[in-house]
């Protein structure tokens, strides 16, 4: 592998060469998504692929690409909230995540399985070769396995189970409730997700600092790690650019704020959107925001919105992971 030298851009097409050097064909790369919360935005965001040749680029943006987030940091705040309680006849037996331990939509399922504590296995899977996904045709993640039956997409795997769950659920939402909770769902997928790339990979330091933990705790090979961190977080930096004018963000910190701040204004001096329980829309905006949280971009977010109260709660609600180590 060659040694990865820190100046510049020379650095990053070095790195992103030893990164192409431990992948075996090209076709994988082209197979790699830019990380984006839509089909449509990953066609559209295509245009860098088309537009540079180069392999050594090219597989500097499909690891960039395939994993975007970091991870959250454990819970200090008090039990007091609880996680939603099940009786054992409605949860499943055998459930497993294939997942990107960063992806926020993977982490949206996970806050889901969480609070209501349903077990499952984690299939970590490596971004650059998906060969853990192969047998599916869905290339994206997460997919979900549910007593064999395959689930993708995030936002419908969580409607395909939470009736399967929630009728256990001692009080029915009203209509009013319900409308909210689809309003803010859909809040989510269609603009808080967008705004989490430009925040993460904002300046140099940031963008090292996620790739840092992407890094560590993905499915990456030995030589994979090592060139990935300089070559993704540099391609992440220049894509974080585009995505700001896709998107039509000024100022991705002011964004982010606004968000938090929008959320909180929804709350309207509840504990959660759903009263005194979280709702789907609460595990939503909590599941993708739970990466992002412990960075430094998370970090001023809490400082500078009124979100960290909801966040702690949140926390405490969701509890402790309920996956099952293999
Ligand atoms: N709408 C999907 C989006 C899923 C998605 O875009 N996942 C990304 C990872 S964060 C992905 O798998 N991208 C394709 C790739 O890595 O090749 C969902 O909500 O699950």
Partial sequence: ????????????????????????????????????????????????????????????????????????????????????????????????????????????????????????????????????????????????????????????IIDKLSPKIRPSVAVKPSQEADDEEKKWRGWVDNHLVHILSPNIYRNTSEALESFEYITSHGNFSFTERITAKYAGAAAMYFVSKKLKKKYDITDERSALYEAAETWVDALNGRDFLGGAKPNLADLAVFGVLRPIRYLKSGKDMVEHTRIGAWYSRMESAVGESSRIKS
């Fill in 1 to 156: 592998m060659r040694r990865v030298n820190f100046s510049g851009l020379a650095a990053v097409y070095r790195a992103a060469d030893g990164v192409a050097a431990a992948v075996s064909s090209s076709h994988q790369f082209a197979q790699l998504a830019l990380y984006s919360s839509s089909s449509n935005s990953y066609s559209k965001s295509r245009w860098f692929f088309d537009n540079y040749s180069n392999m050594a680029q090219k597989s500097a943006f499909a690891v960039a690409g395939a994993v975007v987030f970091s991870v959250a940091a454990s819970s200090a705040a008090d039990e007091v909230y609880a996680k939603e309680p099940l009786p054992p006849n409605v949860r499943p037996d055998d459930v497993v995540l294939y997942q990107y331990e960063a992806c926020p939509f993977c982490n949206k399922v996970k806050a889901f399985l969480d609070y209501y504590n349903i077990p499952y296995k984690i299939v970590e899977v490596n971004p650059l070769s998906k060969k853990e996904i192969k047998w599916s045709d869905y290339k994206k993640v997460p997919i979900l396995m549910v007593d064999g039956e395959q689930m993708v997409d995030s936002s419908v």
